[in-house]
Each structure stands twice: as C-alpha cells, then as structure tokens.
C-alpha cells in the first residue's frame, strides 16, 4: 500500500515541477535580488528551486488595491517562504492557501480593553500579517527590498512564514511543534532566557542584531530571531550563540556554515 501510494505521490509531484517549472531567467533573477538565497550552495539552491515550483503549485496569490502579482514576484515570495523549510518540506504550509500582496505597508485600526474595561483604540502599520489557516499578507514594498534589508536582519516573507510554523501546533507562543516534550522543555528554557535577556538590552535603548518588535512576545522573538538566522546569521551567531544553535536545531540548517 505504501509503495503505491507514494508512486501517485511522487507522479502528482512531477506533474507540479512541470506545470510550475521556474523559468531560469526568473530564477537568476531572483537570486540577483536575494544575495542571502544566492550564498546556498548548489544542492540547497536545486532543492530551494523544486520546494518553490511545488509552493507556486499549491498556493494562490492574490493582489490588493490592484496590484498584478507577476511571475517574478510570486518566485521571490516563494523562495524566501521556502527557505526556512528547505530541510522540512512544504508540509507545514499545508495549512492555508491564499497569498495577499499588497503594493505596500498596511495601516489597520486596533483596540485594547485595558484592565479597568476602557476600550482603546490606535492605528498599526503592518508589514506583514500570518493567521492561523490564512492567508498570509505581506507587502510587496518590504518584500522587493529584502536584498537590502537583510543588512540589518530585516525579512519580512521569512517573519510571517516564521508564524505560520510557530501557529503548526495550534499556539502562537513561539515554539513551533517539536519531536517531544521534552525537547518542547528544552526549546522554552533557551528561547525565554534569550527573550528575557533581549527585553532588557531593548529597555535600556541597546542596539542588537533582532528587531526591537521581538520584545513584544515571544511569538515575535522567535519570528524576528529567524529573520536574522536566515538573512545575517554570522551576526545572530556572534550575538547570541545558543539561540542561533536552538534555530540551526530546528530548521535543521546551518546559514552561517553555509555562507
Ligand atoms: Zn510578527
């Protein structure tokens, strides 16, 4: 039975690669834009290619306020969404389809209820937005400037996909399902003294390699966290080595080694 059913698999697989086929003009183009994706070596580059056709194959992308999304911008969200889980497969996308690009960052009205019942509201500006069963929003003006912005850890595809693996287990608490509870024990141990040392270099106005925003939660220092392993990891490496290993653990990937 096994045998069979992953023959069907395996040809549903080939008939996606072909129908989503990359063309090599995109894709030079993309790794042109994304020098932190150009830096894989081959094998991680072929593999990046494969997982992002299947992506293309299996999600739908829709533009807002008019924005067309073109072929070229649909591989470059693809392959940064596809980098984080090029050693874990697509599976954990498994959960939503929709793709929302808008031309750029999003302005939304929020409220608090505060402790004594007011209700208050203020406006956020959002890059990027991942619920649980979708769909993803980002804007495409952060997104087209992820070549850049990976000087300062910045990547917004990487930090919404980031979500969208921590929400796997039904939780946004920034633990992504893991292979046990004890391992789960272990990955709150690490995660939270590193979150709770973070708090306190933000409090006291000190710059480091992570987003300032990952001292909202932990759900977003683990989003932020991940930005920085994928897109400057020599920095979060130095800055703070036992996260780095935590997230090379988990991605089941080395950025650092591979640079
Ligand atoms: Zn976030």
Same mark, same amino acid.
């Given at each position: 039975?096994?045998?069979?059913?992953?023959?069907?698999?395996?040809?549903?697989?080939?008939?996606?690669l072909e129908r989503r086929a990359i063309p090599e003009e995109i894709w030079q183009l993309t790794?042109?834009?994304?020098? *932190?994706? $150009?830096?894989?070596?081959?094998?991680?580059?072929?593999?990046?290619?494969?997982?992002?056709?299947?992506?293309? !194959?299996?999600?739908?992308?829709? %533009?807002?306020?008019?924005?067309?999304?073109?072929? !070229?911008?649909?591989? $470059?969200?693809?392959?940064?969404?596809?980098? =984080?889980?090029?050693?874990?497969?697509?599976? =954990?996308?498994?959960?939503?389809? %929709?793709?929302? @690009? +808008?031309?750029?960052? #999003?302005?939304?009205?929020?409220?608090?209820?505060? !402790?004594?019942?007011?209700? +208050?509201?203020?406006?956020?500006?959002?890059?990027?937005?991942?619920?649980?069963g979708g769909p993803v929003m980002l804007s495409w003006s952060d997104v087209s400037a992820a070549?850049?912005?990976?000087?300062?850890?910045?990547?917004? @595809? @990487? +930090?919404?996909?980031?979500?969208?693996?921590?929400?796997?287990?039904?939780?946004?608490?920034?633990?992504?399902?893991?292979?046990?509870?004890?391992?789960?024990?272990?990955?709150?141990?690490?995660?939270?003294?590193?979150?709770?040392? *973070?708090?306190?270099? @933000? !409090?006291?106005?000190?710059?480091?390699?992570?987003?300032?925003? %990952?001292?909202?939660? =932990?759900?977003?220092?683990?989003?932020?966290?991940?930005?920085?392993?994928? #897109?400057?990891? +020599?920095?979060?490496?130095?800055?703070?080595? $036992?996260?780095?290993?935590?997230?090379?653990?988990?991605?089941?990937?080395?950025?650092?080694?591979?640079?």
């Amino acid at each position: 039975m096994r045998g069979w059913w992953q023959r069907l698999r395996r040809r549903s697989e080939q008939r996606a690669l072909e129908r989503r086929a990359i063309p090599e003009e995109i894709w030079q183009l993309t790794l042109a834009r994304y020098p *932190f994706l $150009a830096r894989r070596d081959a094998a991680d580059l072929a593999e990046l290619r494969r997982l992002s056709s299947l992506f293309l !194959d299996s999600k739908e992308f829709s %533009g807002a306020h008019g924005l067309q999304v073109s072929d !070229d911008m649909a591989v $470059a969200i693809a392959a940064q969404a596809c980098l =984080p889980v090029l050693r874990l497969g697509l599976r =954990p996308y498994d959960g939503f389809v %929709g793709i929302v @690009v +808008h031309p750029d960052e #999003v302005q939304v009205r929020r409220e608090f209820v505060d !402790d004594d019942g007011v209700v +208050h509201e203020y406006d956020d500006v959002l890059a990027g937005e991942a619920m649980e069963g979708g769909p993803v929003m980002l804007s495409w003006s952060d997104v087209s400037a992820a070549g850049e912005s990976a000087d300062w850890g910045y990547n917004v @595809v @990487v +930090h919404e996909f980031a979500h969208v693996l921590d929400m796997g287990d039904g939780l946004a608490d920034g633990i992504p399902p893991l292979s046990s509870n004890a391992e789960r024990s272990r990955w709150e141990a690490v995660l939270m003294a590193d979150y709770e040392a *973070f708090c306190e270099r @933000v !409090d006291a106005g000190e710059d480091t390699v992570l987003d300032p925003y %990952g001292a909202e939660s =932990p759900e977003e220092f683990f989003a932020v966290a991940s930005e920085a392993f994928f #897109v400057a990891p +020599h920095d979060l490496c130095a800055e703070m080595p $036992a996260l780095y290993e935590l997230l090379a653990g988990y991605y089941r990937q080395d950025p650092a080694e591979a640079d």
